[in-house]
């Protein structure tokens, strides 16, 4: 018999957490589906509109990815589809935390990138010139300046690049508070209480069916991370998504030895409001042979060839038979796969954690010695083009998608909720949605991936 697993056992790291409300509604405005940065933002800014949001989540709010970054906000290396929504998102988390009355943990701090590869020197160097259209002012570093910043290269950094407007946030608080923001706004929050499906009337949204109820709707937004192309499925509504497990830990607290973010070819890190660091390695990561990689394989093969290293492996496991990518079938009286992995929880990758250690101590020599606090993975949902789709879906009046964000959903996460919003409620969108359109799958129209 399938078992549920425990949402409180399944979340690695000290989550901010959020109460439920007792009772479902059963009817309104809108139904958010997901509780990661994207879903509460949205249901925050929909909120903030004056509309009857209900959010629902089958785990807890915060508990997958959202809570699993790195905890970067930057519009560095951003896909130029991408950099207006960096940049609205940027200044959105400077004044976040004093318009909903709540820390949200952002220090706008930079971030600097280091490398010994002339073809990073390249892309970046491109990136940083496109970027000046954008007005984003960052800069190329020399050698000298790199090795300053990355001490312990001894010499290796061949350069680099520094985005001093950038910063950092902390991805076990920001989620969080921005669901009680909504909740304090009007809006109903309910965990462990996932969506199996949506009814339709004439064609278009009339329902979202739950584990513990029906609410009447005309509108959903399906924010659900890596698990939207599962429930996308389910309705005969193809949306490309390829998973990549990722590996991140906290340390114990630590000089500071640098205040934002460094990323370096063989360790990234970022400063904690504890006094620790969230630690990982660039692009290193693992993707599993599933049912659904298997589906659109074709599509993602350019953005694989253009990113293939050795840092990625590939590999059969549990995820090929249980999870988002695997095959289901359900109806919307029984229990479904949203409801049998309440928290996605893959395993961290215990090489990875001991080369990232060994690197931070190389790079900053004052930090070497610093112990694993918190270790966890992660599962890293992206598009063929590594950008997201916000916006409505077609052929299903009512539903929208707000999803793929391919790693960078944490930082645009403000800004990602408040387009869905408008675009949800036909207001006037805060930029223009078209880049980043659901249907530029099916046309082809995917462009090439982000320097990173």
């Not at 697993?5 to 690695?12: G, H, K």
């Not at 009857?52 to 699993?68: D, M, N, W």
């Not at 953005?303 to 990518?325: N, T």
Request: glycine share 12%; net charge positive.
């Amino acid at each position: 018999m399938d078992r549920p697993s425990d949402p409180a056992r399944d979340i690695p790291f000290p989550l901010v957490p959020v109460a439920s409300d007792p009772h479902l509604p059963v009817e309104a405005d809108v139904v958010v589906i997901g509780g990661g940065i994207a879903g509460v933002a949205a249901c925050y800014f929909l909120s903030k509109k004056g509309h009857r949001v209900a959010l629902v989540e089958k785990g807890r709010i915060g508990a997958e990815q959202s809570g699993r970054n790195w905890g970067w906000v930057r519009q560095q290396n951003r896909d130029e589809r991408e950099l207006p929504l960096a940049k609205w998102a940027l200044e959105c988390w400077a004044g976040l935390s004093a318009e909903i009355g709540a820390d949200l943990g952002f220090r706008r701090e930079g971030l600097v990138y280091v490398t010994d590869k002339p073809a990073d020197l390249a892309r970046w160097e491109k990136w940083v010139a496109m970027a000046r259209d954008h007005q984003v002012h960052s800069r190329m570093l020399g050698a000298v300046e790199a090795n300053a910043m990355a001490p312990g290269g001894q010499g290796r950094w061949i350069g680099g690049v520094h985005s001093p407007s950038d910063g950092r946030a902390e991805p076990t608080m920001a989620a969080p508070a921005l669901a009680e923001a909504a909740r304090r706004l009007g809006a109903t929050i309910h965990q462990d209480c996932a969506a199996r499906g949506m009814e339709t009337q004439a064609g278009a949204v009339s329902a979202v069916v739950t584990e513990r109820g029906r609410i009447r709707t005309a509108r959903v937004l399906c924010a659900a991370g890596a698990w939207t192309s599962l429930f996308c499925r389910w309705h005969g509504i193809d949306f490309p998504q390829s998973g990549v497990r990722s590996t991140a830990f906290a340390t114990t607290p630590g000089p500071a030895v640098i205040e934002g973010g460094l990323s370096t070819p063989g360790v990234t890190l970022r400063r904690r409001l504890d006094g620790g660091y969230t630690v990982a390695i660039r692009n290193r990561g693992r993707i599993d042979v599933t049912p659904q990689g298997l589906r659109y394989a074709r599509q993602f093969l350019p953005m694989l060839r253009d990113r293939w290293s050795e840092s990625i492996s590939v590999g059969i496991g549990r995820s090929f038979f249980s999870g988002p990518e695997a095959l289901a079938r359900w109806s919307l009286d029984t229990v479904s796969p949203f409801e049998r992995t309440r928290v996605l929880n893959p395993a961290p990758d215990a090489p990875t954690i001991r080369a990232a250690l060994e690197a931070l101590g190389q790079v900053f020599p004052a930090l070497k010695g610093l112990v694993v606090a918190q270790q966890w993975g992660g599962w890293i949902d992206s598009t063929p083009d590594a950008v997201a789709a916000i916006g409505p879906v077609p052929g299903l009046p009512g539903f929208f998608v707000s999803s793929g964000f391919s790693g960078h959903g944490f930082g645009v996460g403000p800004a990602a909720g408040r387009l869905a919003a408008d675009l949800v409620a036909g207001d006037a969108p805060i930029l223009d949605p078209r880049p980043l359109r659901f249907t530029r799958f099916a046309e082809g129209d995917t462009g090439a991936p982000a320097a990173m």
